[in-house]
């Protein structure tokens, strides 16, 4: 056959490429297909040697058509060059925590509070493992992972987008054709049990300090400035929660579930639908023994309303979802002994006694150390120097002593006694209830040092690069003696301390440049004011509006508002009547720290239903609930779920349910909704 016939037979190259193209498309689609069933369903379907086969039939064809090459492509998880810091990210919805209970009495509770808020009798529940990982925000864009962030303060989080890339259980690209436009997930990046080990076990070889447990491995990883770190890393990921999405949402968090799984999602396989609250207590007592056997670490299960719109009327309280808790399992214990029982000295100068224990292993981690909380602590359970004690991990984190376990014809020492002056400082200890403190305030290193961290951390001033160790440095070279002196470091002075570069000083006094401009809330956070947590400095903030509102105001001012007791108000005026706590804020003030103002909603007169309390039992024809809620809140009250005798009005409309009675067991005024309607009418007149 003559050479040019040859020529002659060969497909032209416009066909070639696309049945190249087809090739690699269907590689593609036939390796997302491997990976989930590997990674996610933990069935596979073909070998590891089939696997790399079509693995590398696909490099090849994309290095054979570069332009081909897209970001969801099985090959693009190979980890990118590393980041000079992880960059910051605001969640499209605010990532809340879970409260956690213990008992399943507590979990009674909660289901008899549910069923009251909501007046049914009959609450359909989902229950899922609670992981022991990193939670995390997924975002998709017409069924492509675009961007991920860690939980952060709740509200921002750092930007872990190509570390998450490179987890194989998280598809880069959902499954089917019906997937929403806009997604954004709740998820919990974890390391499963072997994986731990095996990794403990390379690093250990290899000289390198190893992991403490699961948890710290997965985080540890997942936030890696060098994602070619994160790839060698075992990481898999489950989704649990949908935060948003285009379209309607499913009627139940375990439709949510089952929608995910369709799109090729990693989600809870041990779940259950749970009609009553006793298969709630039941199915946690399967899982808690079930735990040993499990293949990753969980410490309790998470508990949901599973009606989304019940969840939406039950809605948030300032933290946490009150349709959602986390019903954990008990601590796990060992046997130790205390070798000794030292102090620690808080950021506001409460002492601690600790418990320097004999190391012993509890759920995986090393204990050499437990809290004793406060001296009442120590004389109730009786703890001294030499004891047996049975150690726990109290929520599978805190290390404590459970109990001590008496020995028979041991000769103990003398009880323990809380010194006099504090450890640190030599300041006398004073005593406030159970609790010592140093009264040395500012002058006391240990307090300085909590002091500081407490005002550069992410719920307060969020100024990065200012950590334990750094923070150390500072205050024992003296180049801190305040929080105002933050705002005087210079640039070659850093560069003396350990750790310490151009670029990590630069960076360092940047981030503390940012936090000049701060909102009172977050300020008045930073601060560190005792019974001043981040709500109670929202309540400030909005209340008075500004810091010097704040600083002048009395006991009666403080007290007036809802939220705040007399322990909180105490605790504000004697705070900004210390004069060197009124000095450093003067200095941070003259140093350039701007303290945003909150504007105040426009009240010249006080509001009609101010001090009155509203609580509403039925349905009504000319509102709905929380438009009849949301009404009388605007025009001062305040709404409660159940009645009391401070209750005001009780509302009740058709269907009324067990409020009604209690109403008129207390003497409380009813209206029915022509008189609800008459109350609002009087109360808009002028």
Known sequence: MRQDSLFHDLPPPSKIRQ???????????QIRHHDHLYYVKDRPEISDGEYD?????????ELKYPDLVTSDSPTQRVGAPPLDELGKIPHERPMLSLDSLMDPEEVLAFHQRVKRELETEQIEYTIEPKFDGLSVELVYDRGAFVRGATRGDGTTGEDVTMNLRTIRALPLQLQTDTYPEHLVMRGEVYMRLSDFHALNRRMTERGDDA??????????????LDSRITVSRPLVVTCYEVMAMTGPLPSTHWDELERLAEWGLPVPMLRRRCETIDQVLAFHRETQERRDHLPYE??????KINRV?????????????????AFKFPPRKEVTEVQDIAISVGRTGTLTPLALLRPVEVGGVTISRATLHNADEVARKDIRVGDTVRVERAGDVIPAIAERIPVSGQIRPEPFLMPQHCPICGSAVARDGAYYYCTGQAGCPAQLKG???????KTALNIDGLGKKTVAQLVDQGLVKDLSDLYRLRHEQLLKLEGFAERSSTLLLEAIARSKAVQLERFLMGLGIRQVGQHIAKVLAREFGSLHAIMTADRNQFQAIREIGPETSESLVSYFQEQSNRRVIDQLQQLGVSIMETPLPQRHTPLPFSGKTFVFTGGLSSFSRDEAKALVERLGALVASSVSKKTTYVVAGTEAGSKLEQARKLGVQILDEEGFKNVINSSEKP
């Open 19 to 29: 049945a190249d193209e087809d090739r690699l498309a269907i590689l593609k689609t």
């Open 53 to 61: 086969r079509l693995f590398r039939e696909l490099l090849d064809l």
């Open 211 to 224: 992991f403490a447990n699961p948890r710290n491995a997965a985080a540890g990883s997942l936030r890696q």
């Open 298 to 303: 969980i410490d309790g299960v998470v508990v």
């Open 309 to 325: 719109d019940w969840q939406n009327r039950l809605g948030m309280k300032s933290r946490s979802p009150r349709w959602a808790i």
């Open 451 to 457: 002091a500081i961290e407490h005002f550069a951390s």
